[in-house]
């Protein structure tokens, strides 16, 4: 299927194992500096809907070229009333936290800056690289408003109640070392070498076993300081059906017998 605002491709990467492994790029292709408009929204909801369909296991969104995002259609929200307001966020709730619990990996690329509902797209992600050039922010109070796509409650459970207040409350700017250093990007590479960066990533974790991924991700998604022992038996629990899978069994004999396990024989 093709797409009018978003760039999707499958590519292959050869694995240790010497099979081959597909996963999804992304490439933010609207105009005005990829805006994200209910169209571009629809359109990310469409390509995550395929992503699943055809069992992706990581997916990488980047921009095509030039900035990863400026955010949301601002003459777009000029126009709302509360209640469109409220449906226009809602939906961007939810492509974003399909992102966050699907089970498939999302890598974030981000280059040059990523303001608003952009940041928030690369936030719902999993993993965030930086371009050294990168800067982000979250400025929607300077123009009245909050961000509205979840950015409040994820930039504050990566980076701390503190620093997403002085993001939030003051609309500030950040590049990409600040961003490292508050754990908001995992990674901060040369432009240049950005969109290598990411596939090499995506390539480590599809070396891994898939059961395994997919599960660490939903149990690291449920970490919350007042259900932790909660957390600590469905820890458990999913440490014993992953034996169910046969995986664990590939990945410990491989590390007897000194070969790369293959994961999906």
Do not use: W
């Not at 990467?13 to 010497?18: F, G, R």
């Not at 050039?133 to 979250?138: D, G, H, Q």
């Not at 469905?234 to 069994?249: D, H, M, V, Y």
Request: aromatic share 8%; net charge negative; hydrophobic share 40%.
């Amino acid at each position: 299927m093709s797409y009018k605002f978003i760039d999707y491709t499958i590519k292959e990467v050869e694995l240790k194992s010497s099979r081959k492994e597909k996963f999804g790029l992304l490439k933010l292709s609207a105009p005005n500096l990829n805006t994200l408009s209910s169209g571009v929204l629809s359109e990310l909801d469409a390509v995550l809907s395929e992503i699943e369909e055809n069992k992706i296991r990581v997916f990488i969104i980047t921009s095509k070229e030039g900035p990863f995002s400026v955010g949301a259609d601002i003459s777009e929200m000029s126009k709302l009333n509360p209640k469109e307001a409220e449906e226009f966020v809602s939906f961007g709730h939810s492509v974003f936290n399909k992102i966050e619990n699907m089970g498939a990996i999302s890598i974030a690329a981000v280059e040059k800056f990523a303001f608003g509902g952009g940041f928030e797209l690369a936030l719902a992600c999993d993993i965030r690289i930086f371009s050294e050039n990168t800067t982000v922010a979250l400025p929607e109070a300077t123009l009245g408003l909050i961000p509205g796509f979840g950015g409040t409650q994820r930039l504050a459970r990566f980076a701390g109640i503190g620093f997403a207040k002085y993001m939030i409350l003051t609309g500030s700017k950040i590049k990409a070392q600040e961003a490292l250093e508050a754990e908001i990007a995992q990674k901060v590479c040369a432009p240049e070498n950005l969109l290598q960066e990411a596939e090499n990533m995506a390539a480590a974790i599809l070396n891994n076993g898939g059961e395994a991924v997919k599960s660490a991700k939903e149990l690291i998604g449920a970490y919350s300081e007042e259900n932790i022992n909660e957390n600590f038996q469905k820890e458990i629990k999913a440490f014993g059906r992953l034996f169910e899978t046969g995986q664990p069994q590939e990945g410990l004999r491989a590390f007897l017998e000194k070969r790369a396990p293959d994961f999906n024989s």
